[in-house]
C-alpha cells in the first residue's frame, strides 16, 4: 500500500482524516461513552467496563490522547480520564462544518 500523500491536502482535510482515523475504532467509541459519562474514571474501570485487556485499553487511550480528545491526570499509580471539552467542542464544530457544507445531490 502507498504512502498517503498528506502534503498536497489543506489543513482541514488532514485534520478531518486524523479525526476519523482515530474515532474509527468501535472499542475507542465504546471507552469516549464510558468516559464521557463518568465525573472521573481509572483505567481499571475502563477494562472492566469495555471487557479488553490492559495493553489494548492502553493503546486505544493512546489514540484518544494524541488528537487531544481526551485528558490524563496522574493520581498515585492510577491514571483517571475525562474528555477535554474544548477539543471536545472544536471537533464538533469542525464535523457540523463538513457535513453542512456537502450540497445536497442526487444521481
Not at 19 to 34: D, H, M, Q, T
Not at 36 to 57: F, H, M, R, W, Y
Request: with cysteine; hydrophobic share 40%; charged share 20%.
Amino acid at each position: 500500500m502507498g504512502v498517503t500523500k498528506t502534503q498536497i491536502f489543506n489543513e482541514k482535510q488532514n485534520e478531518l482524516a486524523t479525526i476519523f482515523k482515530v474515532l474509527a475504532n468501535p472499542a475507542r467509541i465504546a471507552i469516549l461513552e464510558y468516559i464521557s459519562k463518568q465525573e472521573a474514571c481509572i483505567c481499571n474501570d475502563i477494562v472492566d467496563e469495555i471487557g479488553l485487556a490492559q495493553p489494548t485499553i492502553s493503546q486505544h487511550l493512546k489514540e484518544l490522547k494524541s488528537i487531544d480528545l481526551i485528558s490524563g491526570e496522574i493520581e498515585g499509580k492510577k491514571v483517571c480520564y475525562c474528555i477535554n471539552l474544548k477539543k471536545w467542542s472544536a471537533i464538533q464544530e469542525l464535523l457540523n462544518s463538513f457535513f453542512n457544507s456537502t450540497k445536497t445531490n442526487c444521481c
